[in-house]
């Protein structure tokens, strides 16, 4: 993509505001779901150790209870795969960005040792408008102490998914957010390489109604069995 691209977004970011301004009066606030953050699964040693670490998806926001969302889904994936016992955590927050994890959350979280983390963040950084160069320091300096903090632990990063299949945004706000979207994709792909991370493909979204919640916005429980899906290959490859 043009590095042009992300920069004429910014003509259009009247309608961004107005748009926007008008997707929040018309969807509600969904709570992060009920129910364990924190749970294992029995199976044969080792355990695989997975924490999902990120915004409001890492939080099972758009559902009601944590055992269908992204962490235990995906844990529950590994443990079918491998007949391993899986140990897992959601470490998710509404409206986080990837300086937030950085800052806040990151000094914060217990030195537990995790084998496989799994980062699930940077929509928040592009609905915000931060550029590119701020998402290169925040995101990778995330990066940067994710691999310091836990130096042998597999960490995938799932990219933003595609804003143009999200049903409650308006088609010109999702096309200006789907600009910036790419591009922050992009350098969060090649900070992955450089940094000791490994990046996923997108997510698909072949059915955006049985994929979304009632928001139009978050995952419903057959978006995060098909984001969970989407990973589990990736997150227990080797290398």
């Not at 940067?144 to 960490?155: F, H, I, S, T």
């Not at 997510?203 to 419903?220: C, E, K, R």
Request: hydrophobic share 45%.
């Amino acid at each position: 993509m043009s590095r042009l691209a992300p920069l004429l977004t910014w003509l259009a970011f009247p309608a961004y505001v107005w748009q926007g301004l008008g997707v929040r009066r018309r969807t509600s606030r969904m709570l992060p779901a009920r129910g364990p953050v924190l749970h294992a699964i029995e199976g044969s040693q080792p355990a695989v150790s997975l924490l999902v670490l990120g915004d409001s998806s890492a939080a099972s926001v758009g559902i009601d209870h944590s055992q269908d969302g992204l962490a235990a889904q995906l844990a529950s994936l590994i443990s079918a795969r491998t007949g391993r016992a899986v140990r897992w955590r959601a470490a998710g927050f509404n409206s986080a960005t990837a300086g937030e994890l950085r800052d806040h959350v990151l000094p914060n979280l217990s030195p537990d040792p995790w084998t496989h983390i799994v980062l699930s963040i940077g929509t928040n950084d592009t609905k915000n408008f931060h550029t590119l160069r701020r998402f290169k320091k925040e995101f990778g300096g995330l990066l940067y102490a994710l691999r310091a903090k836990w130096p042998e632990a597999r960490v995938v990063w799932s990219p933003v998914v595609e804003f143009t299949r999200v049903p409650a945004l308006p088609p010109l706000l999702a096309k200006i957010l789907e600009i910036r979207a790419g591009a922050l994709n992009a350098l969060g792909t090649r900070l992955c390489h450089e940094r000791g991370a490994v990046p996923a493909t997108r997510l698909p979204i072949p059915d955006p109604q049985a994929g979304f919640s009632t928001d139009g916005f978050h995952a419903s429980a057959a978006g995060y069995r098909a984001w969970a899906e989407h990973l589990a290959d990736l997150v227990l490859a080797e290398g």
